[in-house]
Nanobody
């Protein structure tokens, strides 16, 4: 059974950093395209970043260099490093394994 489980969210002050983790069981992450998505209250879920099985990365335009997606294939964990957090980054962040395996999400709240 494929199961992604996110962790690492929390309450952070503006300008702070976080690293989100997505621990995966049931499949080797290096064999799949994976992505981080987020959904803010009242908004649609949107793609933040993705990494292909070959290691190529893509980012949403709004990321502007503040986010970094990576993976540890040995540990089977996907990461999302977020720098210089802004209040508008407040959302539930989800990990997705293509084509349709979603985690439950981890809440990120940016507030002073």
């Amino acid at each position: 059974q494929v199961q992604p489980v996110e962790s690492g969210g929390g309450l952070v002050q503006p300008g702070g950093s976080l690293r989100l983790s997505c621990t995966v069981s049931g499949i080797m992450i290096r064999t799949r395209t994976m992505g981080w998505f987020r959904q803010a209250p009242g908004k649609q879920r949107e793609l933040v970043a993705s990494i292909s099985s070959g290691g190529s990365t893509t980012y949403a335009d709004f990321v502007k260099g503040r986010f970094a997606i990576s993976r540890d294939s040995a540990k089977n964990i996907l990461y999302l490093q977020i720098y210089t957090l802004k209040p508008e980054d407040t959302a539930v962040y989800y990990c997705k394994i293509e084509p349709f395996f979603w985690g439950q999400g981890t809440q990120v709240t940016v507030s002073s």
